[in-house]
């Protein structure tokens, strides 16, 4: 019973994200997402409204900091937990077995 539950979950989702692969424009073409007024106002007035001199820049640190900041934070708690596990010893149990088993 799991197992048919689960496919028919499974096949309901493949139905959902085939029919919206057809649903999505051809690459460059008017309609696409990536043309929008977004970029366009970053284009043409980022340099006034953050003063930065460079597009990319303003775009990271002003238009998107929330975004970057929550970014940073992710990779720095990966950096963090990868870090803090470097220096645990991994073969604890296996001495605990040796004690045991003699």
Not at 87 to 99: A, S
């Amino acid at each position: 019973m799991k197992k048919l539950f689960t496919f028919t979950i499974l096949g309901g989702l493949l139905i959902v994200l085939l029919t919206s692969i057809t649903e999505i424009p051809p690459l460059g073409e008017e309609k696409n997402p990536a043309y929008n007024e977004v970029s366009e106002y970053y284009v043409n007035e980022s340099a006034q409204d953050t003063g930065a001199q460079n597009i990319i820049a303003a775009i990271i640190t002003d238009y998107r900091a929330f975004d970057t900041l929550g970014e940073t934070t992710v990779l720095f708690t990966g950096i963090a937990a990868v870090t803090a596990m470097i220096g645990v010893p991994h073969d604890k149990g296996k001495k605990e077995d040796q004690e045991h088993h003699g």
